[in-house]
């Protein structure tokens, strides 16, 4: 990895990263802050986010309020399109509709008082795009 390379786990289970191994690996680790750790290995520096635990639980310290009535009107509306659209789905993982989920987004930035501007063509093809960026 290159000198400076943070780690941190989106995934789904806390065994995603050899925790044990980089502790063991490393000459150093010190607490940069709260669940924002540097490990020292072969001269560079690692940082690890929240000990390698699921990112946005461990570094966020759980899901703020909004975030989960989001998740669960999410849920709710797509419980909702699967009954209406019961027998036109094939058998599988189905990504929830994009309108659904940017409905709830739109709802909750009006809840807040918070208006969007619209994204100018440039930016929706750089969205779209794997070609710069991470």
Known sequence: MKDGAVLANSGHFNNEIDVEGLGHAASRKRTIRPWFDEFIVDGKSVFLCGEGRLVN?????GH???VMAMSFCDQALGVEYGIKNQGKLAPGVHQLP??????VA???L?????????LTPQQI???NSWREGT
């Open 125 to 127: 093809e750089y969205l």
């Open 98 to 103: 994009a309108e659904i989920d940017m409905h």
């Open 57 to 61: 639980l461990a570094c966020a310290e």
């Open 110 to 118: 009006e809840a807040m008082g918070i208006d969007i501007d619209v």
């Open 106 to 108: 739109g709802l909750q």
């Open 64 to 66: 703020p309020s909004t």
